[in-house]
């Protein structure tokens, strides 16, 4: 059963509070900084072939911080851009649209009134949610406030990944870091700081901030928050395109490292892929992937690789029988373009339905325990 803190930081994005808020331990990471590198990758090609939908992404302003309000004094709320702080070299990059996804039909009916009345529970018995209810009421964060996650991680060698999470929405300014020391679990020591001007708390495991145009951001390590804190427009280089819920991008080092293994017959697809990148629809329930190659024979080869693939998936009874994955496997097609190999595939928007609703159960049966 999804216990009531896991599911309200997943759906609200909370992961960030969470960290200081919630009874649940911070992963382990070395805290003590990385190689802050450079992007050196040539990003023309990308650029040029974004998807019609990609816009890019506004630079907010990027005032100096300013000193913490009074926990009584009324601030005015900003509105902020996750994808604005992904920093420059990401082998994985995800970004949600928070608004876009509230706004679909089965969320508004079956997530969003159940989410909004879990948080109004009065005299709750569980203090972390307690907690939580309190940093959101100082951080002005609700649902309606929340617009958009950008989630960034890069593979260094064979060690852990280096992660930045963040979290845009009309958030009052500079509140973010006092609100979680003055709710955190009491015993839970933590250290305040400034990283480059930001006001930053950390349990030695997690770096959490605002940034000064009101993102709130969280990495594992002093380097991996640096390379957040300036605003850009690197969301238009890792093609995510910003008409749509959900956008990923991987990178040819990702692809090679993690997924090409000794003697596996995937490598005759993950050994052609130069990177990859696609979207989302939950309106439709249409995916969409472009995977990058060196040319067109290449292209021709992966090619070959999914069509024999999905029958095989679909003659071995390899495909989750739940919420339409048959359906959307069998409805698959591919392209090439050039180089390029354009995969679509769509799931019927009555499972998106039955999956949300699934979700909204779960949550009622939730509420009771607060």
């Known amino acids: 059963m999804i216990r009531v803190r896991s599911t309200l930081a997943l759906l609200l994005a909370l992961s960030l509070a969470s960290s200081a808020c919630d009874d649940k331990a911070t992963p382990t990471a070395d805290a003590k900084g990385e190689s802050g590198d450079k992007d050196k990758k040539d990003s023309k090609d990308r650029k040029s072939a974004a998807p019609s ?75 972390s949610f307690k907690r939580m209810q309190g940093f959101m009421t100082d951080t002005g964060l609700t649902l309606s406030s929340l617009k958009s996650v950008g989630v960034c991680a890069r593979m260094e060698g064979g060690g852990e990944p280096k992660v930045v999470a963040l979290l845009g929405g009309d958030f009052k300014p500079d509140t973010f870091v006092t609100a979680l020391e003055k709710h955190k679990k009491p015993g839970k020591e933590t250290t305040l700081s400034e990283i480059d001007g930001i006001k930053v708390t950390s349990d030695g495991k997690m770096f959490l901030g605002q940034f000064s145009d009101g993102v709130l951001g969280g990495a594992e390590s002093v380097d991996t928050f640096k390379t957040a ?37 995937g490598n005759a697809l993950f050994e052609e892929l130069e990177e990859a990148y696609g979207s989302v629809d939950l309106t439709t329930g249409k995916i969409m992937l472009t995977l990058k190659t060196p040319s067109a024979e290449a292209a021709k080869k992966v090619d070959a690789f999914f069509i024999i693939g999905k029958d095989a998936f679909l003659k071995e009874g390899k495909v989750p029988a739940q919420f339409g994955a048959v359906d959307a496997v069998k409805s698959m097609t591919t392209k090439v373009d050039g180089a390029n190999l354009v995969v679509e595939l769509a799931f019927p928007t009555a499972s998106i339905t039955d999956a949300v609703k699934v979700l909204g159960a779960q949550l009622e049966a939730e509420k009771g325990k607060l």
């Open 229 to 265: 804190i300036k605003p850009g427009d690197n969301a238009a280089k890792f093609m995510i395109d910003r008409s749509k819920e959900i956008s990923l991008y991987l990178s040819k080092n990702l692809i090679k490292t993690q997924f090409v293994k000794p003697g596996s017959k």
């Open 53 to 127: 939908g990609s816009a890019a992404a506004p630079a907010p302003g990027s005032a100096a911080p300013t000193a913490a309000p009074k926990a009584d004094a009324p601030t005015a709320a900003t509105g902020s851009d996750a994808l604005s702080h992904l920093p420059a070299t990401c082998d994985v990059a995800v970004a949600l649209d928070l608004a876009k996804v509230a706004k679909h039909p089965a969320v508004a009916a079956e997530i969003v009134p159940r989410l909004e009345a879990m948080l109004k529970t009065e005299n709750a018995k569980d203090d």
